[in-house]
């Protein structure tokens, strides 16, 4: 029987995959999921993924799947599709 990757290792993976190839720095971050170019916080999740566990850090973002639309600091995922 095939094994399927769980849906948040799946959106991590795309979102790590697109930013390194786009020649990016990443790193983990503590209170979130990354770090890019020691600016930029990123959490991802599903499409009800809130902010409240980033709210209080600068230049934070909330990356989410199963969304077509962002608004605010709530940015779609597929968008990553667009450095490759």
Same mark, same amino acid.
């Given at each position: 029987m095939p094994q399927? +990757? /769980?849906k948040a290792t799946a959106r !991590?993976? &795309?979102f790590v995959n697109q930013v390194l190839n786009a %020649?990016?720095?990443? %790193?983990l971050y503590s209170q979130a999921d &990354? #770090?890019?170019? /020691?600016h930029y916080? &990123? !959490?991802v999740g599903g499409r009800t993924k809130n902010a409240s566990? @980033? #709210?209080d @850090? +600068?230049?934070a973002y909330t990356? +989410?799947?199963d969304k077509e639309t962002g608004i605010m600091k709530k940015i779609p995922l597929w968008l990553f599709a667009m450095m490759y």
């Open positions: 399927t +990757a /769980d !991590e993976t &795309f %020649g990016h720095r990443m %790193g &990354f #770090k890019v170019n /020691d916080v &990123f !959490e566990q @980033i #709210k @850090i +600068a230049n990356l +989410a799947d």
